[in-house]
C-alpha cells in the first residue's frame, strides 16, 4: 500500500478553482501561494462553478434546504429529485432512474440487485472497487477477464452458460482512458443469457451520442447503466437507470437506497441545471474528443506511447513508482497539477501520469505540458 504524503493531503485541501481559466489557486501549510493548472479533476466540462448551476443550488437551498434530512422512502424525497430522474429517464431512454448519494453507493445496489451466491460474475479485470466490493457483498463467484478481451470473455461465458451469469464492465475506464465495445459485449451477453451491468461514471456527458455515454441505444441484457454527477456534470450524487421492474425491485428490498439519508437538494438541482446544458450543446462532448484526440497525438510526436482511448483520460504509463512522483513534481514545478497514480491503483510497474483534458482549459495548457514532459 502506498499513502498519500500528508503535505500532498494539506495541498490538495486548499484549492480554490478558478473556474474562468481553469486554474486552482491556493496555499500550503507554510502559506506558499500556488497557482496550478487542473490537468488531474473529472470536471470535464468546467460545469463545477458554472453560474448556472451555482444559481440552481442556492435556489434549491432557498426553497428545499441544504440536506434532505432523511431517506427518500420517509422525508428525504424532494421534488428536484423527480425532476432529475424524469429528465434522466428521457435523456437516456431508461423507463426508471433513482438517485444516489455517491457513485460507489450506487454500484452497491446494482450489483446487490442483480447477482446472490448462485450467479457467476464475470468482470473486466479492471473495474472499478466499488465494483469488486458489491460482487463480494454479493457472494457471487468472480470470475475476471483481461482487459476489453472481448475473447476471453466469451470463453469465460462460454464456461457459465445454463448458470446464472452477470458481466460487469465500464464505458470509460478511469485509470486507462480506455472503453470497450459495449454493443459486441451485449450480444454476447444476449449469445450466452447473461445480464449486463455498465458503469457510466466516466463517459456520461462526454461519450456516446450527445454525450448520452456509450450504453444508449441498447437494451436487451443490459439491465442496468450507473452514473455519477461528480464527473461532467459539475455536481455531487449518482443514479442507476434501468426498467421498471428492476427500478421496483431496488425501491422494496435496497438497503443501500432505503437507509440513506436522500441526495442533497441543491445537489440535485445542480445536476439538473448541467443535464441541461448539456442538452443544450450536443457537440461538447464531440468538441472535447477532438481535444483530446490533439493532445494524444502531440504526446506521441515526443516519443511517449500513445495514450490509448477516446475520451478526456490520457494515461501516460511512467513505470516505476519513483519515476513517476518525479515527473510529478517536474509537472507541478511548471505549473501543472497532474497526479502520479501508483499501486495498488494500478499494477505494480505500472505508474502513471493521469492527464484530463478539460474543456476550459486555458490556450496555451497543451504547450506547457510538453514542454515540462520533454521527449522520451
Not at 450480444?187 to 443469457?193: D, E, I, P, T, W
Amino acid at each position: 500500500m502506498h499513502n498519500i504524503p500528508l503535505d500532498r493531503i494539506r495541498r490538495i485541501r486548499v484549492w480554490e478553482h478558478n473556474h474562468e481559466n481553469g486554474i486552482l489557486n491556493g496555499t500550503t501549510e507554510d502559506k506558499r501561494k500556488l497557482s496550478l493548472i487542473d490537468l488531474a479533476s473529472n470536471d470535464y466540462l468546467g460545469l463545477s462553478r458554472n453560474p448556472r448551476l451555482i444559481k440552481s443550488a442556492n435556489v434549491s437551498m432557498s426553497s428545499q434546504g441544504v440536506g434532505s434530512g432523511g431517506s427518500h422512502l420517509i422525508t428525504g424525497s424532494r421534488p428536484i429529485h423527480q425532476e432529475l430522474e424524469n429528465a434522466l429517464c428521457q435523456w437516456l431512454g431508461r423507463e426508471h432512474v433513482l438517485l444516489f448519494p455517491s457513485g460507489f453507493q450506487a454500484n452497491l445496489a446494482a450489483i446487490l440487485s442483480l447477482a446472490d451466491r448462485k450467479t457467476i460474475v464475470i468482470a473486466d479485470k479492471l473495474i472499478h472497487h466499488s465494483l469488486l466490493v458489491g460482487i463480494k457483498a454479493s457472494g457471487a463467484k468472480l470470475k475476471r477477464y483481461a482487459h476489453n478481451d472481448l475473447n476471453e470473455l466469451e470463453k469465460l461465458l462460454t464456461l457459465s452458460k445454463n448458470q446464472s451469469s452477470l458481466v460487469i464492465t465500464e464505458s470509460l475506464f478511469s485509470m486507462e482512458g480506455t472503453s470497450p465495445n459495449i454493443q459486441k459485449i451485449s450480444n454476447l451477453c444476449s449469445k450466452f443469457g447473461a445480464d449486463l451491468l455498465v458503469d457510466e461514471a466516466h463517459a456520461l456527458g462526454v461519450l456516446g451520442s450527445e454525450g448520452r455515454g456509450l450504453c444508449y441505444g441498447i437494451s436487451g441484457p443490459l439491465k442496468i447503466v450507473s452514473g455519477t454527477f461528480g464527473k461532467a456534470f459539475g455536481s455531487g450524487g449518482a443514479f442507476l437507470a434501468s426498467n421498471s421492474s428492476i427500478g421496483n425491485h431496488l425501491i422494496q428490498t435496497s438497503g443501500a437506497y432505503r437507509y440513506t439519508t436522500a441526495l442533497a437538494p441543491p445537489l440535485a438541482a445542480a445536476a439538473l441545471e448541467a443535464l441541461e446544458l448539456i442538452k443544450s450543446n450536443p457537440s461538447w462532448g464531440n468538441e472535447l474528443q477532438k481535444k483530446a484526440l490533439k493532445w494524444r497525438q502531440r504526446i506521441a510526436s515526443k516519443g511517449w506511447t500513445y495514450p490509448p482511448g477516446d475520451g478526456p483520460i490520457l494515461s501516460v504509463v511512467i513505470g516505476t513508482d519513483k519515476q513517476c512522483l518525479a515527473y510529478q513534481k517536474q509537472l507541478e514545478e511548471s505549473g501543472l497539477l497532474v497526479v502520479a497514480i501508483r499501486p495498488p491503483t494500478v499494477p505494480e510497474g505500472t505508474s502513471r501520469l493521469r492527464i484530463i483534458v478539460r474543456k476550459n482549459l486555458p490556450e496555451n495548457s497543451l504547450e506547457k505540458l510538453i514542454a515540462s514532459l520533454g521527449s522520451k
